[in-house]
């Protein structure tokens, strides 16, 4: 793995973990559950990649395989508080989303324990271990639901902002949590080749790194912009909104 | 639930117009959609929105006269009714995700 590749995984890390604590400092005050899953959604993520870096630190390699199965764990943990949290703002009334949201962690559950039952802590041997695909199914399915989910509001919130019913603000939240979706999907498909790349020849190779990396500096980005939006991004929104053509009655 | 908000609107369209229950029903769902409304967290607020800027165009194209006034009789039931007070105590995707951003 590239050096740069380090440095970007632990900065993620520490961006993931740094945007949680508002989001549960909020979930304290409020007593809600969707901040308090998504707090757990981002604290977990960023552990998991302190976990997956710290061993790459002088001296740590002998703590290679626990620390890499905390990162897992961590990761499949994040994956399902992401269902969880999409099903409660999203489709909290319908069955289809509780199904979806315990069928995802059910799969991440079953899919960790039986490749730890095989002797595979690491995950890093999709050929060998067919348990590596359910744990993988689990994690891709909530990412792909997010972005799903956001597009779908960001379309119908464009609309009732037309009428004042929405603030532009959100209506682009909307849309910017469903690219985080399809870029925290993206990371879930390249490591695919990334993991069957380990397991032949036992080396991560440099296009995997950095599409992973780029997958991963999308996703902290759409994250700081939907939650932590500077002021610069919020008056060019909104200036957007205001630009764009009124329709009275766009029927 | 904003399903039973729906379904008392829908009902006194249909009392106060000419249109059928299928008919009354179909023409609120169309107004709702073009406004971009989700049935499950239709709030008192956004019904008003779509019964003062949307529904009277609808129900001329459909022929029904004095579409304006019917709109605002529907209306003044709607706000009185029990089923708009509990319809606002939904928090939905929009609420959550206003909430969650640093404003």
Redesign the interface.
């Known amino acids: 793995m590239e050096d740069s590749a380090y440095l970007a995984q632990l900065l993620t890390g520490v961006f993931y973990t740094a945007a949680a604590l508002p989001l549960l400092r909020l979930a304290a005050r409020t007593g809600q559950h969707p901040e308090r899953l998504l707090g757990w959604v981002f604290l977990l993520l960023g552990l998991s990649y302190l976990f997956y870096q710290t061993p790459f630190l002088p001296g740590m390699a002998s703590l290679m395989t626990p620390l890499s199965f905390l990162g897992r764990v961590a990761t499949g943990a994040a994956m399902a508080a992401l269902a969880f949290f999409t099903r409660l703002v999203f489709r909290s009334q319908t069955r289809w989303g509780r199904t979806l949201a315990y069928g995802s962690a059910a799969l991440i559950v079953l899919g960790i324990c039986a490749s730890v039952a095989r002797g595979d802590w690491e995950g890093l041997t999709p050929l060998a271990n067919p348990f590596f695909w359910l744990e993988w199914a689990g994690e891709i399915a909530p990412a792909l639901w997010v972005s799903v989910e956001g597009f779908r509001q960001h379309r119908s919130a464009t609309k009732r902002a037309r009428f004042g019913l929405a603030d532009p603000i959100v209506a682009n939240r909307f849309f910017i949590w469903g690219v985080f979706g399809i870029a925290q999907a993206g990371t879930m498909l390249v490591l695919i080749p990334m993991n069957i790349e380990y397991e032949l020849h036992g080396t991560f190779s440099t296009w995997a790194d950095s599409a992973m990396s780029a997958c991963e500096t999308l996703s902290i980005a759409m994250v700081w912009l939907a939650f932590f939006p500077p002021a610069m991004y919020r008056r060019w929104v909104e200036q957007s909104v205001r630009a764009a053509p009124q329709e009275a009655n766009p029927s | 639930m904003s399903h039973a908000l729906f379904d008392f609107a829908a009902e006194r369209l249909e009392q106060h117009s000419s249109l059928d229950r299928l008919e009354a029903r179909g023409t609120l769902r ?1 107004a709702l959609k ?5 049935l ?1 967290t239709l709030s008192g ?2 019904l008003a ?1 779509v019964f003062e ?2 529904l009277p ?2 129900l001329e194209k459909r022929g029904v006269e004095g579409a304006a006034s019917i709109c605002r009789t529907v209306l003044k039931e709607v706000a009185s009714a029990p089923e708009a007070a509990a319809a606002d105590r939904i928090e939905d ?2 609420k ?7 404003d």
């Open positions: 169309i073009i406004v971009g409304l989700d499950a607020e956004q929105v800027q949307v165009g609808e995707a929009e959550i995700f206003r909430r969650l951003g640093r």
